[in-house]
């Protein structure tokens, strides 16, 4: 099976603008949004992403679409190495990653009809001409589960269930290889987030997409994604098949972070809860709140990889799994 | 608390009947457009007539009926004696103060209701405390923010702050863990429970999320179009739901890997107010729909250990 995206020592600096703490001078403090990430989306497969709000989920999202670009690492998209500062590689990546943002509102331009706002994107790639897009348009609208009259609506006159359905359709109305989904069944209701979620599946197989499927809501990711990646302030803290991953978490957090899923049937919740203090400055990022941190947490860790596509970044795995070098581009903080 | 039919031109409650008592958190639990907001606004007294419009039932606190009240008296009742937390923080929050002088606000009221004699470092104490209790770190720094400086979780926070800080009797929270992240929830809830436990504070959670509302209360109400559908005590709904509503709004809720079948969801959506359907309003979407639910709302029916439920199958067996 081939690779789709193959993301390496992915680094994406923000700088933090006024307001810094003491440690730093005011308004010089950058930020690794994510920091060192290395993952595959492989052919035919989803790959999830989980982690909690500010853990740097979407901006990887966004580095996939060119909207960000990385300041040290590389991706690679269908083989090919993508240079951030080429206009015709960001083309190239917008070609084939088509991307579902969580608010449908906001991502659908309220003056345009639907038709409008597909052929906005049909326009822009040039993949059909102009005398097909009626077909292909209604096509798409009938894949998605949308019904036909809705190709004249404005954004408005849907609720929130028809937007996704639009959004998703418009990300798709150019054949794609890869489809990122950024939260994008957050904002509905659950009986609603379970109708596009089964979409989903069904648009996955039948048009061979791959999906990088982004949410904080492991029930749905482990409904959604064959491999999970579990981030941590901008750090990949745990990669692996996501039954493994959800069954037998190896990274401190993860094991807090499954222990945190929600569950119908749990009459009495776990008094125990996550920290909301921020990463340690240095060493481990998870060391300052790990139960089980120990002296060599004071040096970050690199990830071990366990076996069977599993890596956890983490130094009680020294011992059992073989270290996975890591290019350390620039120095934390 | 008992009846509100509420219209605007369009019926969005419809004999909704609650019995809150003292000291029990109830969820009242719906999708878009169940009416549940409205509901918690009716409670508090804060739908504005016109447009909105009781045209029958009764809401009854503390053995007051707020509806033969005038706004005055309701005002005496509002903050201290009912209070209510929004979903929107950011907009519940005025931008242009800190958290300190949001809170000061909702200690005027308290003792300008209760006529306390409180000195400026009283209040100040009072503050610290209730953040603490929140369980926010550092609450001395969290006095000087304005909402703009605060993650979501806080803001969140901050609003519940300044609702229990009147240490009102009754506390409706409208979706108040709805846009934050899992974790976030979770420390929410445990908060919330712990007030409960320590102040014996009555609550009324609404939300859309049946996970939310299961972790935390005694007693469930399923809302849809504006009616109630089921009701009964926590585990019995989440265990043996019985109206097929409920049910499907369980099994929309994913469970397994990627290997599991589809979801059971219900097909098509919430109906338009505007434009219900005849008979039971969820006959549409209903997989046992039969012939009498296009015909006839089914009226709730009483079964044991409080459990009420809508639906022409139960009436049945």
């Known amino acids: 099976m ?25 308004g010089s403090r950058m930020i690794n949004a994510v920091d060192n990430a290395s993952f595959r989306v492989r052919e035919g497969e989803s790959f999830g992403l989980a982690g909690e709000t500010g853990s740097g989920k979407s901006t990887i999202a966004r580095v996939l679409v060119g909207l960000y670009r990385p300041r040290s690492g590389s991706i690679k998209l269908l083989g090919k ?18 991307i579902v943002f969580q608010d449908p509102v906001g991502s659908l331009n309220p003056r345009s ?10 326009l822009a790639s040039k993949a059909f001409a102009r005398r097909d897009f009626g077909s292909r348009i209604e096509t798409m609208i009938e894949i998605v589960g949308l019904r036909k009259s809705s190709i004249e609506a404005y954004p408005r006159e849907l609720s929130g269930g028809e937007k996704q359905r639009v959004s998703l359709a418009r990300a798709l109305v150019v054949p794609r290889k890869l489809l ?7 904002s509905l209701d659950v009986s609603i987030q379970a109708q596009v979620l089964n979409t989903l599946r069904k648009l996955k197989s039948e048009l061979q997409l791959s999906f990088l499927f982004i949410t904080h809501d492991i029930n749905v990711i482990k409904y959604m994604s064959n491999s999970l990646g579990i981030l941590y302030y901008g750090k990949l803290v745990e990669v692996g098949k996501t039954v493994d991953v959800v069954t037998n978490p190896k990274h401190p957090y993860t094991k807090k972070l499954m222990a945190n899923v929600p569950n119908l049937k749990r009459a009495e919740r776990k008094q125990e809860v996550l920290s909301e203090q921020g990463p340690a400055p240095t060493g481990c990022i998870y060391s300052k709140v790990c139960p089980e941190a120990f002296e060599k947490c004071v040096n970050p860790p690199p990830m071990f990889s366990l076996g069977s596509d599993r890596f956890a970044a983490c130094h009680l795995y020294d011992g059992n799994g073989t270290r996975k070098e890591q290019l350390r581009s620039h120095p934390a903080g | 608390m008992d009846y509100a039919t509420v219209d605007g031109r369009v019926r969005v409650l419809e ?14 639990v719906g999708e878009s457009g169940s009416g549940k907001t409205t509901l918690g606004l009716a409670i508090i007294g804060l739908l504005d007539s016109p447009p909105a419009d009781i045209i029958d039932g009764s809401i009854v606190f503390e053995g007051h009926d707020m509806r033969k009240m005038n706004p005055v008296e309701i005002s005496r009742f509002r903050g201290t004696g009912i209070g209510m937390v929004f979903q929107e923080s ?35 104490n009072m503050m610290i405390e209730i953040l603490k209790d929140l369980r926010l770190d550092k609450p ?21 702050a300044m609702a229990i800080v009147e240490k009102p009797r009754l506390l409706i929270l409208d979706e108040v863990t709805t846009g934050l992240d899992v974790y976030i929830q979770n420390r929410m809830l445990n908060i919330l429970k712990d007030l409960n436990r320590r102040t014996g504070t009555t609550m009324i959670l609404i939300t859309h999320d049946l996970t939310v509302a299961s972790q935390i209360c005694d007693k469930l109400y399923v809302m849809y179009a504006g009616r109630l559908m089921e009701e009964g005590k926590s585990e019995d709904v989440i265990n043996a739901p019985i109206h097929p509503y409920t049910q499907k709004l369980m099994a929309a809720i994913p469970q397994g890997f990627i290997d599991s079948p589809p979801l059971p969801a219900p097909t098509g959506e919430a109906p338009d107010l505007r434009r219900l359907p005849t008979g039971c309003k969820f006959h549409p979407r209903c997989p046992f729909v039969m012939d009498k639910c296009a015909q006839n709302e089914p009226p709730p029916l009483e079964l044991a250990d ?12």
Request: glycine share 6%; hydrophobic share 40%; with cysteine.
């Open chain 2, 15 to 28: 004999n909704v009947a609650l019995r809150v008592k003292k000291g029990e958190i109830i969820g009242v």
């Open chain 1, 180 to 186: 990122v989904l950024d939260e994008p069944t957050s």
């Open chain 2, 306 to 317: 409080g459990r009420r439920v809508s639906c022409w199958l139960v009436e049945k067996k």
């Open chain 2, 140 to 160: 001395e720094v969290v006095l000087r923010k304005y909402p703009h400086e605060l993650s979501g979780g806080m803001r969140q926070r901050i609003s519940i």
């Open chain 1, 2 to 26: 081939s690779n789709i995206v193959e993301a390496d020592n992915l680094t994406v600096t923000f700088r933090a603008r006024g307001g810094g703490s003491f440690l730093f001078e005011r």
């Open chain 1, 81 to 98: 190495e993508i240079n951030f500062r080429r206009k015709e590689d960001i083309a190239y990546l917008r070609r084939n990653v088509g």
């Open chain 2, 90 to 124: 950011l907009a519940a929050l005025n931008p242009v103060y800190k958290t300190e002088a949001q809170l000061r606000e909702s200690i005027e009221v308290l003792r300008k209701a209760q006529k306390l004699d409180l000195t400026p470092s009283t209040e100040a």
């Open chain 1, 113 to 122: 009809k639907v038709r409008e706002i597909f052929a906005e994107a049909l």
